[in-house]
Each structure stands twice: as C-alpha cells, then as structure tokens.
C-alpha cells in the first residue's frame, strides 16, 4: 500500500471517528423529534444484545460477499461475466433506490428550515451530479496520465529495436524488421493489458469510497437507534444489503487483478466501516441527534456524493462495459443471461429498501 492510499485511510478514519461528535453538538440547537434514549435498564441491555450480534452479522456477510467472487469464480468464465452483471444491478439499485432517497430526505427536512437554498432547491440532485462529475473527472485524467505514460515508454522502446534492424545486411533486413515489429507489438499488448488493469484498480479504489460512505452512515444509524423493535429488522436488511454489496464489490476487486496483501485491504476496509459505524453510534447514542440540522446536512450531503458515484460507476464503468464486450455481442444467450442478472441483482437490493 503506498504512503498516500494509508494517509487516505487514515484522514478517512479520523473524519468516521470526529463526524458524530461534530454533529451531536447542533443538538442543542434544535432538537426537532431527536429520539429519547431507551425507557429502562433492561430495555438498554436488550438493545445492546441486539446491536452488538448486528455487528458480527453485518461484518460477516461483508467479508463473505466480498470474498465469493473473488476467491470462488475465474473471472475468465462466463459465470464471471453474470456475477458482474448481477453486481452492477445490485450497485444501481443502491445508488438509485437505497442512498439518494435517504439523501433527498435528510436535505429536504423541515428540521432543516426553509432558508435558501434549503426547501427551495434541489441540493441532493446538484450533489450527485457534481459527485458524478468529479468521478468522471478523476478517471479521465488518471486514464490519461496512465496512456501518456505508455506511450512515452513505447516510444523510448521501438526505436531501439528498428535501429539494430537497419545495422543488419540487406538479405536479412526484412526478417529482423519484422522480429522488432513484433517486439513492438508485444510490449505494446502487454502494456495495453497493464494500461488496462490500472484503470481497474482506480475504477475499484473510488468505487469502494463511494460504498464505505454509505456504510458507515447506515451503521451510525443502527447504532444510535434506542429501539429493539427497530433494530431486528434492520440488521436483517443491512446484513443482506452489506452481503450483496460486497459481492458487487467483490467483483470488480476481482477483475482489477490487485495482489492478495491489498485483496485483504480491501475487503476488510469495506467490511468493517459498518460495524465501526455501529460501535461508533452505540458510544455516542445519548449525545448524538440524527434530526440535528447539522447532521441531517453533513449525511445528507455525504449519501448525495455517493449516490453520484455509485450511479455514475455502475453505468459507466460497469454496465456498459460488459454489454458491449466482444463476448456478450457475440452471443444472444450470454446477453440475455447477463440482462436477467442485472435486473435481479437490481430486484433484489430495491427489495430491501421495504426494511432498510
């Protein structure tokens, strides 16, 4: 991992640590239906049963769904390609269905006021799209640093070997000519191939950002939560809805051919920002007020920006590419195999919404 991927975890987890206590310090300001604590002793037991298995369950079905595609398909397979298919939906589905409309709500609350532009317009849709930008804007220039840099290095490269081709006698001068075209050739195929794979891991790494926001505001929510009879059915829809966003996770960790040191990284960075979310929120339940403008404004702008990057990558970077591959065109079954994946993958995460 390089010093600037560890100083990016690091800033991230201070920001996960200080984001609670930042907004629990507006509660005094208004406390707009903040949720009293629970009403007895045994009642806070009860409620710490629950939030602590829901840590375990929700850490589990993560680092399970984002290992099964990693470590339990060929991503040369046409399996792979319906794993894919089916992440992407699941993906979409969170963008669209779970995180912008918690996103429009926080921003769009009466606890907030009607000062402009609050009430007045639509700041969710303007934070999606500026997050959808910068992702777009990230990837670009980081593409073509990557594809500047391959040339340069091609170019260094061919020259070298048509220069030993014109030292050679005339009767053999075609030969090696054409030995160093395909050098050439060669060094450009493999570096297309790792021109490829880069683009891959920074497609993942923004991707993962985009997912870990989310998760880590669902997991302050459930723990802050005072109510059992709220809490049960909500660590059955986040553990489902970490499982499958980890397989959908998973999978583009498995196509960016990251090594097995940074797999780990990976997959436990995403698994563990919910459950941290959990411990966070149970540490601050009695201070932290979820209807506080403050922190109606700083999740509502944080699920905005990740529903913008979810939407953007899912489309983008995900969909388009695996319908348009040369394979899926060739063939009308793995078309229609890969539409049906999408649209359950898809099916499913919206189902969740109902709970979660």
């Excluded at 369950?57 to 398909?73: K, Q």
């Excluded at 059915?233 to 999978?251: D, K, S």
């Excluded at 797999?263 to 149970?282: E, R």
């Excluded at 040369?326 to 919206?350: D, E, F, N, R």
Aim: neutral net charge; proline residues 4%.
């Amino acid at each position: 991992m390089s010093r600037y991927q560890k100083t990016l975890i690091t800033v991230f987890f201070i920001f996960l640590v200080t984001l609670p206590l930042l907004v629990s310090s507006a509660e005094e300001e208004n406390e707009c239906g903040g949720g009293g604590g629970a009403s007895s002793a045994s009642e806070k037991a009860t409620v710490l049963k629950y939030k602590i298995g829901a840590f375990f369950s929700i850490l589990i079905a993560g680092v399970f769904g984002a290992c099964l595609p990693i470590f339990g398909i060929k991503s040369e397979s046409n399996l792979f390609m319906f794993v894919k298919a089916f992440a992407a939906g699941v993906i979409l589905a969170t963008g669209f269905v779970h995180i912008l409309p918690d996103a429009t709500e926080s921003l769009t609350s009466p606890c907030i006021g009607e000062n402009p532009p609050w009430g007045e317009f639509p700041v969710t849709g303007l934070m999606a799209m500026c997050a959808a930008i910068m992702t777009m804007l990230i990837e670009s220039f980081a593409s073509g640093y990557l594809n500047r840099s391959r040339l340069e290095k091609v170019s260094k490269t061919l020259p070298v070997s048509h220069g030993g081709d014109m030292e050679e006698h005339n009767g053999s001068a075609h030969t090696h000519a054409s030995q160093g075209h395909s050098h050439g050739s060669v060094l450009v195929s493999q570096d297309d191939h790792d021109h490829i794979d880069l683009r891959n891991k920074i497609v993942t790494q923004i991707l993962e950002l985009g997912i870990v926001v989310h998760s880590v505001i669902i997991g302050i929510s459930l723990g802050v939560s005072p109510s059992a009879s709220t809490i049960k059915p909500l660590i059955a829809a986040i553990t489902f809805h970490q499982l499958f966003e980890g397989f959908g996770l998973g999978g583009c960790i498995s196509e960016a051919k990251f090594k097995v040191k940074k797999i780990w990284v990976m997959v436990l960075f995403f698994a563990l920002t919910a459950p941290l979310g959990i411990g966070i929120g149970i540490g601050v339940a009695q201070s932290y007020n979820e209807n506080s403008p403050m922190a109606l404004k700083v999740s509502g702008f944080l699920n905005a920006a990740a529903a913008g990057i979810l939407i953007y990558m899912a489309l983008v970077d995900l969909v388009a590419p695996l319908f348009m591959n040369h394979k899926a065109l060739s063939s009308i079954k793995i078309q229609l195999a890969c539409s049906a994946s999408l649209v359950l993958g898809a099916g499913l995460m919206s189902l969740l919404a109902i709970w979660a």
